[in-house]
């Protein structure tokens, strides 16, 4: 900013305040009066007095030159032209402080505030910076990327359809509220969408990448609705996106939601079903949370649950019948004769089993033969186990 100093050979050390140049503004009025009326007694007095009145006009002369070196010096101040960053104080007058010297706390709060950035607002003003694509633009770059397999003209494709992304992800954000993360996975399916797409099936674009889109959207959502995965099969992820609607529709219209009706409008499984309902309707549960048993002790819910290792007497269980069997299998393999002892001792109890086409090899005879020989030695087998140890070999 322009400033501009008016100074004489003695210039004060600080500047003058508004009340000093009232003062000296006053003393120029008081002497030109006294000038006036001095002209006018110069009219009316004698010739005589003449000497005297020059006297006294070179006094006021020299009076005047001195109040006028002292308005000059009064003046002899820093003026700002234009000064748009002062602030006028009290009187009306600017402020002589100067912004850049003013600390950080005495600046106002609206320029030392911190702003909030929408990060959606700001993807959608960057999206717009990409035109859409007439139908000939879209056709010519699809049909050179298909030919040529170019990043760039990919990349100018994926662009044109950032908006399809937004469109889409506004049609899920009551079942995800996080909408960016849906955006991100949006486009994702764009861009596989392009790779995959086929220009001369006369289907747009955008119809086509809408699918892949969609898709990677639900895909994301089932996959971080809760820690869990609620949908790992085709009947489940059907029941986690349409049970809900499925239940009002029947409630609506008078009927019932019971599981029945809602697995055959589906096309489901009853039991499906009732499970998807109950993990839909229940919330996750932490295996460290407290709980409470009956001595009134606050134990986790993981310290409460059986244990998934087998213990001693399971261990002891199942070694005592392991020998059993090993038992008896030698005494079974005493009453075999020809084909049945190789069966036996190269397929049936052997590490490393040959095949039936090996075996039949061996034979002389095709492998259907073997397979049937083998078969007829497994119910010997299991007649003679049953009868040696009862019920047991159920659990075999």
């Known amino acids: 900013m322009a400033k501009k100093t008016v100074t004489t050979a003695k210039a004060p050390s600080a500047k003058p305040t508004s009340s000093r140049k009232a003062s000296s503004s006053a003393t120029k009025s008081r002497s030109k009066s006294a000038r006036a009326d001095a002209a006018t007694e110069h009219d009316e007095e004698s010739p005589a007095s003449q000497g005297e009145r020059d006297e006294q006009r070179e006094r006021e002369s020299d009076d005047d030159r001195g109040d006028e070196g002292e308005v000059v010096e009064v003046v002899g101040e820093v003026v700002v032209d234009g000064d748009d960053d002062y602030e006028a104080g009290a009187d009306g007058e600017k402020d002589d402080a100067e912004p850049e010297s003013m600390p950080p706390e005495s600046m106002p709060m609206s320029s030392a505030a911190l702003s909030r950035t929408d990060p959606l607002q ?65 486009n994702i399916g764009l861009m596989q969408a392009v790779k995959r797409y086929d220009p001369y099936r006369g289907v747009k674009l955008s119809s086509y990448a809408a699918w892949w889109i969609r898709a990677y959207m639900l895909r994301f959502i089932l996959n971080n609705w809760r820690l869990v995965k609620l ?75 059986p244990s998934a290792t087998s213990g001693p007497d399971t261990i002891v269980e199942r070694h005592e019948m392991d020998q059993l069997v090993s038992d008896r299998l030698k005494e079974f393999r005493k009453n075999l004769k020809g084909k049945d002892i190789v069966i036996f001792d190269k397929r049936m109890a052997a590490e490393d089993p040959l095949t039936l086409q090996e075996l039949g090899d061996e034979f002389g005879v095709s492998r259907e033969r073997v397979r049937q020989l083998e078969a007829r030695l497994h119910h010997k087998l299991r007649d003679y186990l049953k009868s040696e140890l009862g019920d047991a070999v159920t659990r075999l």
Do not use: C, W
């Open 231 to 305: 949908g790992t099969t085709q009947a489940q992820r059907k029941l986690f996106f349409n049970l809900n609607k499925e239940k009002a529709k029947l409630a609506a219209l008078g009927i019932d939601p019971s599981a029945d009706i809602i697995a055959e409008r589906l096309g489901v499984e009853t039991h499906e079903v009732v499970e998807m309902d109950r993990r839909l309707s229940s919330a996750e549960a932490s295996l460290d949370a407290p709980v409470g048993d009956a001595e009134g002790r606050s134990v986790s819910r993981i310290d409460l649950m």
């Open 122 to 186: 700001a993807y959608l003003r960057e999206v717009q910076r990409y035109k859409l694509l007439t139908a000939p633009e879209e056709k010519e770059l699809t049909t050179q990327y298909a030919e040529t397999q170019d990043v760039r003209t990919a990349a100018k494709l994926v662009t044109a359809n950032l908006r399809l992304v937004v469109k889409l992800a506004y049609e899920y954000r009551r079942a995800y509220k996080n909408i960016m993360d849906l955006i991100q996975e949006g």
